[in-house]
């Protein structure tokens, strides 16, 4: 099996169709507006022509890259380029407006590799029994992970508490206009019929970080890029003694991912959020992220790629997608004559070995292609900053366009846009918005559902094990701050009586 | 009396935000009838708009602990910020009517001319640029990513005519 699956890897056509794949996807996780999930619906359809191998040799390498790619622009513009990386500019950009855009990179490209590769062989060995883990959880958990997330995000938000919820909260206001989960039922479309589909979250997010800034910028006068230092690239741009120093946050960041990954419906676009969360709560130094702190990279980079993983594994053991890009995947193993679910790995092993095969090699061709890429990215900077943000804007309404083929998804861009301005104004953090928005949905439905599926109402959230787990660890991160800040006070005034004795 | 701060202005708009949200909430109607036991559609935004009260409510009475940032330094700020929105919406108005092609040449040429205002750059760089960049873009997304890009009304109306 090993080598029948090495064999077909290493078929010249395989390699370049996978090494096309990677600098695709790649390319499309980079540009703010595209994503892994256009492109694989794009090549999906280039796909039908191939055998089965290399079609998935080619669709699997494409999402690789695409997840890897949204750091590029995450890091040097601020702009997410995927959702999946959206915690990368709470630190990465900073990290870039002090002229250290090489070091955020190389531990972008560093730990995207780690959480990709450790994620796809934890997968690979332990598939089914993770499979079977992921359904045991119903929507009590699902509800109780989503609120968790949103309370863990609030907790990081800069400035007073309320100011987070808020926040969260106008999110998941956002996300309740069209129509309702379940029932279908129309929520705040005032008669507007592009209202009806929702707020398109590709739209949302060019809106909220790339149209606000380039207003917020102007209006500021603010139209000088930031500086790139002069660097002579060794090796991966972050030393080994780095990760090593860092070895408890990547393995925190890289659980966080796959756990949320092998969730049903979470993916990548959730799991950098929390991970980030997580990764400053516990920090020595919080006050440090969200102004250029390397362990905000590595925790998103990490997260994010082990959700890959993680996504994998409902994917091809029960054929329920991991995420957005895994359920264009399955319909392409499904048109391949495959079906994917339980009896996958026993009616064709091979198949899935050569997927998971690829998901390592794409891994390592992502790696050798943006570190070849790392000397000309920040090169980027060098454009002037008029020329490069009236690129990125053309772009920009290019993409909201072409994601939903309606002018109206950039007129809601633009609006997103003027909400950016306000919560600049504000001074509303931006991350518990995103997720806010994100998993509201998920919220509602898994909070019906929960209660619809049991007579006792809201209580059983509380009485099952996982669920209640989640939701104390909600309330306490909510709270803890605060007890922290009285416990610190207590043991400053103790020290300070006895100094005084 | 406490003083009317721009965060408890804000704190404010938010009560009434929420307010504003409960209301609508109860207006929702529903598609069909609710199953035993299920919450509905109006719940979730209804306990959105208790949560945007509660913390309304919150940062009213909560201790004003730094002085307010400012966001604009001057009131031309502001008038760029509404030159630079006017001119978004006119670029979706010509998207609409003109198509992708003219309407981008005209949108990246008066961006750049915005953005650029302190560099004074020469008219025919920015020209170059609008029409180097909307070609590029039209033949990355039409021809590559295979995305039919608003043709406009007037233009289809036009080439219609010409036929």
């Given at each position: ?67 890897s790619?949204?750091l590029?622009?995450?890091i ?12 990368t500019?709470?630190?990465g ?9 090489v070091k955020a990179l190389g531990i972008g490209i560093v730990s995207s590799f780690i959480g990709t590769i450790g ?114 690239l060794k090796g991966f741009g972050v030393s080994f003694k780095e990760l090593w120093q860092n070895k408890?946050l990547i393995?925190?960041s890289f ?39 390397p362990?905000?990279v590595y925790a998103s980079e990490v997260?994010?790629n ?57 891994a390592i061709?992502t790696l050798f292609?943006q570190l070849?890429?790392m ?127 | ?163």
């Amino acid at each position: 099996m090993f080598f029948s699956t090495i064999g077909i890897l290493f078929q010249p056509a395989n390699l370049i169709l996978g090494f096309v794949g990677v600098l695709v996807g790649i390319i499309f996780g980079a540009i703010p507006g595209l994503s892994g999930t256009t492109a694989m619906a794009l090549l999906l359809p280039i796909s039908f022509s191939m055998d089965s191998f290399s079609a998935i040799i080619f669709l699997g390498a494409t999402y690789v890259g695409a997840v890897s790619g949204g750091l590029i622009s995450s890091i040097l513009l601020g702009i997410p380029g995927t959702t999946s990386s959206v915690a990368t500019t709470y630190d990465g950009y900073p990290m870039t407006l002090k002229g250290k855009a090489v070091k955020a990179l190389g531990i972008g490209i560093v730990s995207s590799f780690i959480g990709t590769i450790g994620s796809v062989i934890i997968a690979m060995l332990f598939c089914p029994l993770l499979a079977k883990v992921a359904l045991k959880l119903g929507p009590w958990e699902l509800f109780s992970l989503c609120f968790c997330a949103i309370i863990l995000v609030v907790t990081i938000s800069k400035g007073d508490m309320w100011n987070g919820l808020i926040a969260a909260l106008i999110g998941a206001a956002i996300s309740c206009i069209g129509f309702a989960p379940i029932d279908s039922s129309k929520r705040f479309s005032f008669g507007i019929k592009t209202l009806l589909g929702g707020v398109n979250t590709t739209g949302l997010v060019l809106g909220f970080f790339a149209l606000c800034t380039i207003m917020k910028n102007y209006g500021q006068k603010k139209t000088v890029n930031p500086p790139v230092e002069d660097f002579k690239l060794k090796g991966f741009g972050v030393s080994f003694k780095e990760l090593w120093q860092n070895k408890w946050l990547i393995l925190k960041s890289f659980f966080i991912g796959l756990w949320i990954g092998f969730l049903p419906g979470m993916g990548s676009g959730l799991s950098n959020q929390v991970a980030y969360a997580t990764a400053r709560s516990s920090s020595k130094h919080p006050e440090t992220f969200g102004q250029g702190n390397p362990e905000g990279v590595y925790a998103s980079e990490v997260s994010n790629n082990a959700a890959v993983g993680g996504a994998v594994i409902p994917t091809i053991a029960l054929g329920i997608p991991g995420d957005t890009p895994m359920s264009i995947l399955l319909g392409g193993l499904i048109i391949h004559g495959l079906e994917p679910g339980p009896l996958l790995m026993t009616t064709s092993p091979d198949f899935v070995y050569v997927f998971f095969g690829i998901l390592i090699l794409a891994a390592i061709m992502t790696l050798f292609t943006q570190l070849f890429g790392m000397r000309f990215f920040p090169k980027m900077l060098k454009i002037p900053y008029h020329y490069l943000f009236s690129g990125i804007a053309v772009v920009c309404f290019a993409g909201a366009f072409s994601t939903t083929m309606s002018i109206s998804n950039c007129g809601l861009m633009i609006g997103v846009a003027l909400l950016g301005l306000f919560f600049a104004f504000a001074e509303l953090p931006s991350a518990p918005f995103i997720l806010g928005f994100i998993l509201g949905p998920m919220l509602e439905m898994n909070l019906r559902k929960g209660i619809t599926y049991d007579d006792r109402g809201f209580i059983v959230f509380l009485t099952r094990p996982i669920s209640c787990a989640l939701l104390l660890v909600a309330v306490g991160s909510m709270f803890w701050p605060y007890i922290r800040a009285r416990i610190e006070a207590k043991k400053g005034s103790k020290y300070q009586d006895g100094e005084d004795d | 009396m406490k003083k009317l701060t721009k965060s408890r202005c804000l704190a404010l708009f938010y009560i009434v935000f929420g307010i504003v949200l409960i209301y609508l909430s109860s207006q929702i109607k529903y598609m069909f009838a609710v199953t035993e036991g299920d919450i509905g559609p109006k719940a979730f935004p209804t306990c959105i708009g208790i949560g945007i009260v509660i913390c309304g409510i919150g940062k009213l009475f909560s201790r004003q602990t730094k002085a307010d940032k400012v966001f604009m330094k001057d009131k031309k700020g502001y008038l760029r910020l509404v030159a630079m929105f006017v001119l978004f919406v006119a670029y979706i108005l010509g998207l609409n009517y003109l198509g992708y092609i003219i309407s981008t040449i005209a949108f990246a040429a008066v961006l750049l001319k915005m953005l650029s205002a302190e560099q004074k750059l020469a008219w025919w760089k920015i020209l170059v640029f609008a029409v180097v960049m909307t070609l590029f873009s039209y033949f990355c997304f039409e021809k590559l990513i295979k995305v039919l890009l608003p043709q406009g009304k007037w233009t289809r109306m036009v080439i219609r005519a010409l036929r």
